[in-house]
Protein backbone atom coordinates (compact mmCIF):
# COMPACT_ATOMS: atom_id res chain seq x y z
CA UNK A 1 0.00 0.00 0.00
CA UNK A 2 1.67 3.31 -0.84
CA UNK A 3 1.69 6.34 0.91
CA UNK A 4 -0.72 9.00 -0.32
CA UNK A 5 -2.66 11.98 0.19
CA UNK A 6 -5.94 10.21 0.28
CA UNK A 7 -4.25 7.96 3.27
CA UNK A 8 -2.92 10.64 5.31
CA UNK A 9 -6.26 12.34 4.90
CA UNK A 10 -7.88 9.59 5.33
CA UNK A 11 -5.79 8.94 8.94
CA UNK A 12 -7.04 12.63 9.75
CA UNK A 13 -10.11 11.92 9.91
CA UNK A 14 -10.16 8.57 12.11
CA UNK A 15 -7.92 10.74 14.43
CA UNK A 16 -10.72 13.05 14.55
CA UNK A 17 -13.55 10.47 14.79
CA UNK A 18 -11.63 8.70 17.85
CA UNK A 19 -11.63 12.55 19.63
CA UNK A 20 -15.34 13.37 18.68
CA UNK A 21 -16.60 9.82 20.41
CA UNK A 22 -14.42 10.20 23.92
CA UNK A 23 -17.01 10.24 26.55
CA UNK A 24 -16.66 12.83 28.98
CA UNK A 25 -18.36 10.69 32.51
CA UNK A 26 -17.28 7.24 30.86
CA UNK A 27 -14.14 7.77 29.98
CA UNK A 28 -12.41 11.30 30.62
CA UNK A 29 -13.43 11.69 34.07
CA UNK A 30 -11.98 7.72 34.71
CA UNK A 31 -8.16 9.40 34.09
CA UNK A 32 -8.93 12.69 35.77
CA UNK A 33 -9.69 15.00 32.46
CA UNK A 34 -13.06 15.50 33.91
CA UNK A 35 -15.44 19.22 33.70
CA UNK A 36 -14.42 19.30 37.51
CA UNK A 37 -10.89 19.45 37.22
CA UNK A 38 -10.26 21.94 34.94
CA UNK A 39 -10.96 24.53 37.17
CA UNK A 40 -8.56 27.72 37.24
CA UNK A 41 -8.13 30.98 39.11
CA UNK A 42 -8.50 34.13 37.27
CA UNK A 43 -5.64 35.36 35.31
CA UNK A 44 -4.48 31.99 35.49
CA UNK A 45 -3.17 30.99 31.96
CA UNK A 46 -4.45 27.39 31.37
CA UNK A 47 -2.40 24.65 31.61
CA UNK A 48 -1.84 21.94 28.57
CA UNK A 49 -4.31 19.60 30.18
CA UNK A 50 -7.29 22.34 30.17
CA UNK A 51 -6.43 23.34 26.68
CA UNK A 52 -6.60 19.89 25.38
CA UNK A 53 -9.88 19.17 27.10
CA UNK A 54 -11.21 22.49 25.72
CA UNK A 55 -9.83 21.09 22.18
CA UNK A 56 -11.74 17.85 22.47
CA UNK A 57 -14.88 19.88 23.80
CA UNK A 58 -14.42 21.98 20.84
CA UNK A 59 -13.91 19.16 17.89
CA UNK A 60 -17.41 16.98 19.96
CA UNK A 61 -19.37 20.07 19.31
CA UNK A 62 -18.26 21.81 15.94
CA UNK A 63 -16.89 18.47 14.21
CA UNK A 64 -20.27 16.45 15.01
CA UNK A 65 -22.49 17.05 11.77
CA UNK A 66 -19.54 17.51 9.16
CA UNK A 67 -18.13 14.53 10.24
CA UNK A 68 -21.25 12.57 9.02
CA UNK A 69 -20.49 14.11 5.67
CA UNK A 70 -16.64 13.41 5.54
CA UNK A 71 -17.23 10.09 6.80
CA UNK A 72 -20.13 9.35 4.03
CA UNK A 73 -17.73 10.98 1.50
CA UNK A 74 -14.57 8.41 2.48
CA UNK A 75 -16.98 5.07 2.70
CA UNK A 76 -18.18 6.39 -1.01
CA UNK A 77 -14.73 6.95 -2.74
CA UNK A 78 -13.77 3.08 -1.19
CA UNK A 79 -16.12 1.90 -2.42
CA UNK A 80 -16.26 3.32 -5.67
CA UNK A 81 -12.03 3.51 -5.82
CA UNK A 82 -11.59 0.26 -3.46
Not at 53 to 65: A, E, F, N, P
Amino acid sequence: MAFTLYSLIQAAILCVNAVAVLHEERFLSKIGWGVDQSVGGFGDEPGVKVQVMTLIRSVRTVMRVPLIAVNSVCIVLLLLFG
